[in-house]
Nanobody
């Protein structure tokens, strides 16, 4: 069983930064593709960023390109989401997810394991 634990959410003013962390409990961490999703009230969960197990391929939603940076540290079994120039529309619960199948998918259904989520609130 794979467990994911997010941390780093909080309240920040527009233009500020936050870094989310996701600790993954399993030695096979390095074989999973990982993604950060977010879900705002009344909206569907959407993929914000993802990275393959090797780190060679990344994905960013158009809405966060140039502002968010996802990275992974296989030695620490941890993945990060650095969020800069935050906007009120970035307000959401952010989830870390792991996919045991190779490659990146935008589909919620194709991720096998999920964290509990961490709230990010950006005030205007």
């Amino acid at each position: 069983q794979v467990q994911l634990v997010e941390s780093g959410g909080g309240l920040v003013q527009a233009g500020g930064s936050l870094r989310l962390s996701c600790a993954v409990s399993r030695r096979t961490f390095s074989t999973y593709s990982l993604g950060w999703f977010r879900q705002a009230p009344g909206k569907e969960r959407e993929l914000v960023a993802a990275v393959t197990w090797s780190g060679s391929t990344t994905y960013y939603a158009d809405s966060v390109k140039g502002r968010f940076l996802m990275s992974r540290d296989n030695a620490k079994n941890t993945v990060y989401l650095q969020m800069n120039s935050l906007k009120p529309e970035d307000t959401a619960v952010y989830y870390c997810a792991a996919r045991s199948t190779a490659g990146i998918s935008l589909r919620v259904q194709e991720y096998d394991y999920w964290g509990q989520g961490t709230q990010v609130t950006v005030s205007s």
